[in-house]
């Protein structure tokens, strides 16, 4: 592991643990490997602490086809086999960190809490100024008593009570001792073997989205926490087209047929605002523009409804699970006068896109007389598309 000037000192690094198998899950494969949001549950921890500036690496702590389910490791990442216990994994990742020093800032994470945010990591390195070690916790909410033979017994104070979570924060050198005095396999986690040492362990916030996953009702629990499911981002797309008009010609123009004397010069039937909006929606999606979709070249797009074209570019954004939430549509034009056909326009663009009216602006200028469309030469149109297109 390479330090960096960029990154905070001392720079941190994790051990992140994937080798249980979760039984109680009742999973056909260890619980890290199922799929949330796209990705495999272990991933979600890997790529938050990567994007930690802090944080300038560790030890994936897992068995060869969880490693695998993980994909390529960051820079800086390391792979160490787990052992029987947890106890026992967390020395070998310490034994694949033999050269870090002990002052270096260790955090250890259960990848099947997928839920980390860079807020938690901040506060327990932030504990690590004044202690030794330092894990987060929340407030239990739920009335707690006694359980046995099927029934209640006597309420539980909660008032002095809190969930632990990972991931916990030590000084590495801290740790490596904790581990040194441990002579069995009792802990259910590394801060009850710093306490055993007499050493203070901190306590800072925890959260709610570090729901850990220990039975197949958790994965819709955490999907909800993480927002997996309906999570989008906003993608805008912008595109501009230009026809020359020449006589004798029919005009389309905003996907319907316009009276006018001159109509537009083009291989399909050179709709400038189809074709404008059209690129526009490419553009949003990343997938090129509307030649590489409809090359002049073929002759199957000769005299071709350009309506074809937007219709396909709205089947693209469905095929990705997103949706079109506006289009902008502005018409460069002297002649002929845009303004008494716009709603129908708006109409029609709707209609091909499968949205509301509403969801579509049309809106028409000239150049003052100035350059190509001043002189009636020819039309632009450019358009601007806004989707909303699955986060994963």
């Known amino acids: ?14 051990i992140l643990l994937a080798g ?10 260890p619980k890290q490997m199922r799929t949330l949001g796209g990705k495999p549950v272990l991933r979600w921890s890997l790529d938050a602490f990567t994007a930690h500036p802090a944080m300038v690496g560790g030890v994936l702590v897992a068995s060869g086809a969880v490693a695998a389910a993980a994909g390529d490791l960051p820079r800086g990442w390391t792979i160490a086999a787990p052992g029987a216990e947890r106890q026992d994994s967390v020395a070998n990742a310490l034994a694949a960190l033999a050269d870090e020093p002990d002052e270096t800032p260790l955090l250890v994470h259960d990848t099947a809490r997928p839920g980390v945010e860079a ?20 407030p239990v909410p739920d009335t707690l008593v006694e359980h046995g033979g099927g029934e209640a017994g006597a309420t539980v104070d909660r008032s002095a009570l809190a969930r632990v979570q990972t991931p916990q924060a030590f000084r590495l050198g801290t740790l490596r001792r904790a581990h040194a005095a441990a002579t069995a396999n009792d802990a259910t986690d590394d801060a009850q073997l710093v306490r055993r040492l007499g050493l203070r362990v901190a306590t800072v916030e925890g959260d709610a989205r570090l729901h850990k996953l220990t039975y197949a009702a958790d994965l819709t629990i955490l999907s909800g926490l993480l927002e997996t499911e309906g999570r989008m981002r906003t993608a805008v797309g912008m595109g501009y087209d230009v026809h020359r008009l020449t006589a004798g010609k029919p005009l389309w123009i905003g996907g ?9 010069e083009g291989h399909s039937d050179a709709d400038v605002a189809l074709h404008a909006l059209t690129d526009a929606i490419f553009g949003a999606l990343g997938e090129g523009d509307i030649g590489d979709h409809f090359p002049p070249s073929d002759p199957q797009w000769r005299g071709a409804a350009s309506s074809r074209f937007l219709a396909f570019a709205a089947e693209r954004v469905a095929a ?19 303004g008494p056909h716009r709603a129908a326009m708006r109409e029609r ?5 499968a949205v509301s009216p509403d969801r579509v602006s049309v809106k028409a200028t000239t150049t003052e007389r100035l350059g190509f469309a001043g002189r009636r030469e020819g039309i632009a149109a450019q358009a601007v598309a806004t989707l909303q297109l699955p986060e994963n």
């Open 349 to 353: 663009i709707a209609e091909i896109l």
């Open 119 to 138: 807020g938690v990591i901040d506060r327990l390195l932030t504990a690590l100024d004044t202690a030794e070690a330092a894990i987060p916790t929340l």
């Open 256 to 264: 319907i047929e316009i009276a006018h004397s001159h109509g537009l």
């Open 20 to 29: 249980g198998q979760g039984a109680r899950a009742g999973f056909d494969q």
């Open 1 to 14: 592991m390479t330090e960096s000037a960029s990154l905070p000192a001392p720079r941190a690094v994790a």
């Open 320 to 338: 990705r699970g997103g949706l079109v939430s506006h289009a902008d549509l502005t018409i460069i034009a002297e002649a002929p006068r845009i």
